[in-house]
């Protein structure tokens, strides 16, 4: 396969200023960090390229049409958890489908064969419903009350219950339809994955990533709630921030990225050898891009715009989450901004001068400026590991740019 080099970026995002927001992610594409030899620059974004998200959409669109029959043949009951969950999977970055696909591709798929391809894209949207299952679950165990400014699944329903003036309290309810609601999308994913046009040898080969997957992220979403419960308390920094690590590895940077990039590859070639020589590729590529995304997005869940993210500034203090960012703050602190960590970390009652204060920790300790420095750090280890790869040209050309959007984003 031709193999082209991508030219790598010297040194990462400039560190942010001291006290205040941090600053805007610079764009490494236009700002002269990457070029991909053979390859003009372009304003569209790499998840669109090959119509991806669009495509990715009318899969889905067309599975859930399938299933709301099933589900208004049972009862009309079923139609507001139906469209309940057809409008929660209309939003998303499909940054899950993405890599899937681009591992099919990299891995060798398609070659002109659109009937291949569209199995490709069946398979790669299939991971929005196990996405949709994570989410639905997430939000409310943390106890989140939107999700991309709209309500949760669990605060829509207890909203119904109440429009209703139903029997029994309304935030019962509302758990017990997103408990039911994440678990369907969770069935739903397994069907869409298996009944996505591939043959029977290539599912069979990609079903243990597939199954890998899915026991990583729940394990990782179980080691974020411990490491929720436990607070800061008495362990050491160290130990909090191993803790963080492990939980960024398995509830985000495999099933971000990694898993779903060998997951396509295993589909194009028949085999989920992880020991082979593009899942390697894709692994070596995959993990620190992973880690680095989750870093993303642990700063954006303290300083991220809630226009932009579509959920409260701070929603991760509130909630406890025990972040790497949080971990180096702690481990950064004084007798005082420590004090005031342990505090405030976790209480749900938070208010805007709680989140700054707790913000100005995290900014004067230098641990905003360390996770940017390891976001940049891990990024250029993907990119590195992606220049070696011995892969399909368009695919390395997509996957850089992919790391740069899973990185520089504001959402």
């Given at each position: 396969?031709?193999?082209?080099?991508v030219r790598?970026?010297r040194r990462?995002?400039?560190?942010?200023?001291?006290?205040?927001a941090?600053?805007?992610?610079?764009d490494?594409?236009?700002?002269g960090?990457?070029?991909?030899?053979?390859?003009?620059?372009?304003?569209?974004s790499?998840l669109?390229r090959?119509?991806l998200?669009a495509?990715v959409?009318?899969a889905?669109?067309?599975?859930?049409d399938?299933q709301?029959?099933?589900?208004?043949?049972i009862?009309a009951?079923l139609?507001?958890p139906a469209?309940?969950?057809?409008?929660?999977?209309?939003?998303g970055?499909r940054?899950?489908?993405?890599?899937c696909y681009?591992?099919?591709?990299a891995?060798g798929?398609?070659?002109?064969?659109?009937?291949?391809?569209?199995?490709?894209f069946?398979?790669a949207?299939?991971?929005e419903?196990?996405q949709?299952?994570?989410?639905?679950?997430?939000d409310?165990?943390?106890?989140?009350?939107?999700?991309r400014?709209?309500?949760?699944?669990h605060k829509?329903?207890?909203?119904?219950?109440?429009?209703g003036?139903?029997?029994?309290?309304?935030a019962?309810?509302g758990a017990?339809?997103a408990?039911?609601?994440?678990d369907?999308?969770?069935?739903?994913?397994d069907?869409m994955?298996?009944?996505?046009g591939?043959?029977?040898?290539r599912?069979?080969a990609?079903?243990?990533?597939?199954?890998?997957?899915?026991s990583e992220?729940?394990?990782g979403?179980?080691?974020?709630?411990?490491?929720?419960?436990r607070?800061?308390?008495?362990?050491?920094?160290?130990?909090?921030?191993?803790?963080?690590?492990?939980?960024?590895?398995?509830?985000?940077a495999?099933?971000?990225?990694?898993?779903?990039?060998?997951?396509?590859?295993?589909l194009?070639t028949?085999d989920?050898?992880?020991?082979?020589?593009v899942n390697?590729?894709?692994?070596?590529?995959g993990?620190?891009?992973?880690?680095?995304?989750?870093?993303r997005?642990?700063v954006?869940?303290?300083?991220?715009?809630?226009?932009?993210t579509g959920k409260?500034?701070?929603?991760?203090?509130?909630?406890?989450?025990?972040?790497?960012?949080?971990?180096?703050?702690?481990?950064?602190?004084?007798?005082?901004?420590?004090?005031?960590?342990r505090e405030?970390?976790?209480?749900?009652?938070?208010d805007?001068?709680?989140?700054?204060a707790?913000?100005?920790?995290?900014?004067?300790?230098g641990?905003?400026?360390a996770v940017?420095?390891r976001?940049?750090?891990?990024t250029?280890?993907?990119?590195?590991a992606?220049?070696?790869?011995?892969?399909e040209?368009?695919?390395?050309?997509?996957?850089?740019?992919?790391?740069i959007?899973?990185?520089?984003r504001?959402v």
């Amino acid at each position: 396969m031709c193999r082209e080099r991508v030219r790598l970026p010297r040194r990462g995002c400039p560190p942010p200023r001291r006290g205040g927001a941090p600053p805007r992610p610079v764009d490494p594409i236009r700002g002269g960090w990457l070029r991909v030899r053979g390859v003009s620059e372009t304003s569209l974004s790499p998840l669109d390229r090959r119509e991806l998200r669009a495509r990715v959409s009318r899969a889905l669109t067309g599975f859930l049409d399938r299933q709301e029959l099933v589900l208004r043949e049972i009862s009309a009951d079923l139609v507001e958890p139906a469209t309940a969950l057809r409008e929660f999977l209309d939003g998303g970055k499909r940054m899950r489908p993405a890599f899937c696909y681009w591992g099919w591709r990299a891995a060798g798929g398609a070659r002109g064969d659109e009937t291949l391809d569209d199995a490709a894209f069946t398979a790669a949207a299939s991971l929005e419903l196990l996405q949709a299952s994570a989410l639905i679950h997430d939000d409310y165990m943390d106890g989140s009350d939107t999700r991309r400014g709209k309500p949760a699944v669990h605060k829509r329903f207890e909203a119904l219950h109440a429009a209703g003036g139903w029997e029994g309290p309304d935030a019962r309810f509302g758990a017990a339809a997103a408990i039911l609601l994440g678990d369907i999308t969770l069935t739903w994913c397994d069907e869409m994955f298996t009944r996505s046009g591939f043959d029977a040898v290539r599912i069979h080969a990609a079903r243990p990533i597939f199954d890998l997957m899915r026991s990583e992220v729940m394990a990782g979403q179980y080691l974020d709630v411990v490491a929720q419960s436990r607070g800061l308390g008495v362990a050491s920094a160290r130990e909090i921030l191993q803790r963080a690590e492990t939980v960024i590895r398995y509830k985000s940077a495999k099933y971000t990225i990694e898993r779903p990039l060998q997951l396509g590859a295993a589909l194009a070639t028949g085999d989920g050898d992880e020991s082979g020589p593009v899942n390697r590729a894709l692994s070596a590529y995959g993990l620190p891009l992973g880690e680095a995304f989750q870093l993303r997005d642990d700063v954006l869940g303290v300083f991220g715009d809630p226009a932009t993210t579509g959920k409260p500034a701070g929603d991760d203090l509130r909630e406890g989450k025990q972040t790497v960012l949080v971990a180096l703050a702690a481990e950064r602190a004084d007798a005082e901004q420590l004090k005031l960590l342990r505090e405030g970390l976790g209480d749900a009652a938070l208010d805007a001068s709680g989140v700054a204060a707790l913000q100005e920790v995290i900014v004067g300790t230098g641990a905003l400026a360390a996770v940017e420095q390891r976001i940049a750090e891990r990024t250029e280890l993907a990119l590195a590991a992606l220049e070696r790869a011995r892969i399909e040209h368009e695919a390395r050309a997509v996957l850089a740019e992919l790391a740069i959007a899973a990185t520089s984003r504001q959402v």
